[in-house]
């Protein structure tokens, strides 16, 4: 649980370099060295943040974008692999706690992955957005519940969600429940215009309040230039202006800064994580507060697979022995009447 102790956080609102993963990562480790000096002991980067964002998805069908398609799948992130290595070594230089979102590409699927570095520099989490949104659904792979998992970090119990997964209250309660301190929130930015970021708003602010967490929130940011490159048409190029809402929240759901709307930035503010027990006094969602006998959450925290692979005898088959595939659905555990969280 939370300690008499301060913790400075950043938020990143920065623009990536598109289509090249190199320069965007350049970008990530430059804008780590910035905070270091400057006392950060946790920084979050946005919404699969490198290579870039699919932006082209939003604005043009699935048939006319191939193409882009493909480009992202050149540059995508290999997890573990030269990116991460980069990453874990500022993270283990400075001592600083780094979440970041990247395209993972695993064999032929793209999926959107946060993942969180400690102070080591040791790769803690690697989680893929479970439902990816809309425009999405083209572009990237699901996610399982293996990935609903706080982790245990130097600044406190971490844990992320991507974008509109904070509309699913049952994997934010997953989070909740593991007794999140701080929360790291990654949104796209520079999408669908400023109703997004009022939305944004909105849903970090009430996850601060409900969980009684920190939330530190980056979206990303395009430039003229990048939209122009995007798209030469006006009106498609309104929708990638806007929506972009960087924040740091208290359990208490009060901005420790001014939200960034517009431009790059770095958004540091200290964390007093005395307020999060101060928060709880009062309302806490996964103790006093809660009905486990009345509602509770059945969590199956198993990656998936496609195949399982036995021998007929039953056993795990040897390399190379003739088997038989098996494609096993994963089974729900009964609902726990004791617990509000029930891991299957």
Not at 79 to 89: M, N
């Amino acid at each position: 649980m939370s300690h008499a102790r301060i913790i400075k956080a950043a938020a990143a609102q920065i623009s990536p370099v598109l289509n090249e993963a190199e320069g965007t990562l350049h970008k990530v480790l430059d804008t780590i060295d910035q905070a270091a000096r400057q006392g950060v002991q946790i920084i979050v980067f946005p919404e699969t943040f490198v290579p870039y964002y699919p932006y082209f998805s939003f604005i043009r069908p699935p048939m006319t974008s191939g193409a882009e398609h493909m480009a992202l799948y050149e540059h995508a992130v290999v997890v573990p692999g030269p990116v991460t290595d980069a990453v874990a070594q500022r993270a283990r230089q400075h001592g600083m706690v780094v979440v970041l979102g990247v395209n993972e590409r695993d064999h032929g699927t793209i999926y959107n992955t946060q993942i969180i570095f400690d102070e080591t520099g040791a790769l803690r989490l690697k989680r893929r957005k479970i439902t990816p949104t809309f425009h999405e659904r083209m572009v990237w792979g699901q996610g399982d519940g293996s990935g609903l998992k706080v982790v245990d970090t130097g600044v406190g119990r971490v844990g992320a969600l991507a974008c509109w997964e904070h509309y699913n209250p049952l994997a934010r309660y997953a989070l909740m429940a593991q007794h999140e301190e701080i929360h790291c929130a990654q949104f796209p930015g520079s999408l669908v215009g400023p109703i997004f970021a009022d939305q944004m708003e909105v849903t970090i602010r009430h996850h601060a309040l409900e969980a009684g967490c920190f939330v530190i929130n980056s979206t990303g940011w395009l430039t003229d230039e990048q939209i122009q490159s995007i798209t030469p048409e006006p009106g498609l190029q309104r929708a990638l202006r806007g929506g972009c809402c960087t924040a740091i929240v208290s359990p208490e759901g009060v901005h420790l800064a001014p939200p960034l709307k517009e431009g790059e930035g770095l958004l540091i503010a200290d964390l007093d994580m005395s307020l999060v027990t101060k928060r709880k006094r009062m309302m806490d969602s996964v103790g006093h507060y809660a009905r486990p006998e009345l509602l509770s959450l059945n969590l199956d925290d198993r990656p998936t697979t496609p195949v399982h692979a036995r021998s007929r005898a039953g056993g795990v088959a040897a390399e190379g022995a003739a088997t038989e595939t098996l494609l096993v659905p994963l089974a729900c555990a009964p609902v726990s009447a004791t617990q509000p969280l029930r891991v299957a």
